[in-house]
């Protein structure tokens, strides 16, 4: 049995989190024994990895990620343990130290698993950049990087990252989870206090800077100003600085009773069904964009800025803008609002058709398998 550590900072609500979790589900549990390595505890998906078979959860404990020596002692004591025949590192310095104690501590196999694209360092913290900057130096002493998107690939090959050894897994996405649900839309909608008539526009994802809410705010003054009857609604967590200058600005536009911010939600696909059309605005840094693929898998047109895979994910299931345009995603979602129900609805069929047949689960489980028996094969 080919044992994998896989090293993620926490297991928060997010798209690199939620996809290990959708492969740990999936991995072959006669072939491979999984290990889950955390800097920090708790998250939305501890308690699930818990209780999954052929899965040990491991915490190191950190007080803050400059906790250097917590990292590298926690770890080489959890290695020494469960003597893992691959470390694969999921997101910046988790890389870093998956390659330290792989290729000099330990004698283990090193994947990295990077997602983003064109990433603006410039809005997140100076230590994010020089990891950056150090794991594309770095990267030639890894057996694999798996990346989420061809974008990403590419992205990274111009970063310096050993092109050579770079392989293209997109995401998977769990298509019997992500799935219709008229009945529980429609209860969040009388929850909301929000007719089936009137349109209701989405916007699902953390608030982080590459999001682009600001965007996405700026657009729906447009539309409210053209269109009193519309709606939207905002599913996200973030830090408190973000909401709140978001807030502000929602104020600031005018939009005060016209947005609903719902926080974290665990019930995304009916958050989904509740509306007429979501929408990805991001302006950078997306590599595969999840929620785009799980609108469409519950049968909801999309509106997405060209960032990433976007185009490639979002197929016939909605239209593609540019980044950091207001005025072009207002358009678009106005184009959609004005189509009728019929023609929504054979959207939202067509985008999920595409989704089952591109971004099944077994497909990304199958993929990464076959990396681990390849890296694992040099043993």
């Known amino acids: 049995m080919i044992r994998v550590l896989f090293l993620v900072s926490s297991l928060h609500q997010g798209g690199a989190e939620r996809q290990l979790v959708t ?48 990292m590298i002692m926690g770890l080489s004591k959890i290695i020494r343990r469960t003597r893992p025949d691959i470390l694969y590192g999921l997101l910046g310095d988790a890389c870093t130290l998956a390659l330290i104690h792989g290729k000099i501590i330990g004698k283990s196999r090193v994947i990295w698993g990077l997602r983003a694209t064109n990433v603006d360092f410039s809005q997140y913290s100076l230590i994010s950049g020089l990891v950056y900057r150090l794991n594309a130096y770095l990267s030639t002493r890894v057996d694999r990087i798996i990346i989420n998107s061809w974008a990403g690939s590419k992205y990274h090959a111009d970063q310096g990252y050993a092109c050579k050894r770079i392989t293209v897994i997109p995401n998977g996405i769990d298509t019997g989870y992500f799935m219709p649900q008229p009945d529980k839309g429609a209860d969040l909608r009388r929850q909301w206090q929000i007719s089936p008539a009137i349109p209701l526009i989405g ?68 958050v989904y069904s509740a509306c007429t059309l979501t929408s990805s605005s991001s302006s950078f840094g997306e590599g595969f964009p999840n929620v785009v693929a799980e609108s469409l898998a519950c049968e909801v047109p999309c509106v997405a800025t060209d960032v990433g895979d976007s185009s490639r994910v979002l197929g016939p299931g909605g239209m593609i803008v540019p980044p950091g345009n207001p005025a072009a995603l207002a358009e678009a979602w106005e184009r959609i609002i004005s189509l009728s129900q019929q023609q929504q609805r054979h959207t939202g069929k067509k985008g999920r058709e595409h989704v089952i047949d591109s971004f099944g689960i077994q497909k990304m489980v199958h993929a990464t398998e076959k990396v681990f028996l390849s890296v694992a094969s040099y043993l």
């Open 203 to 270: 916007r699902v994802g953390r608030l982080d800077p590459m999001k682009d809410y600001a965007t996405f705010l700026k657009a729906a003054k447009t539309v409210a100003a053209r269109r009193p009857d519309v709606r939207f609604v905002i599913a996200g967590d973030g830090p408190d600085q973000i909401l709140d200058d978001l807030k502000a600005l929602s104020c600031s536009l005018g939009l005060d009773e016209r947005v609903l911010w719902l926080g974290p939600r665990e019930d995304l696909p009916a």
């Open 23 to 70: 492969l740990l589900h999936g991995l072959d549990r006669k072939r491979f024994r999984s290990i889950v390595v955390t800097y920090y505890p708790g998250g939305t998906w501890e308690e699930s990895l818990r209780r999954l078979p052929c899965v040990d959860l491991h915490c190191l404990g950190l007080k803050n990620r400059f906790d250097l020596a917590g």
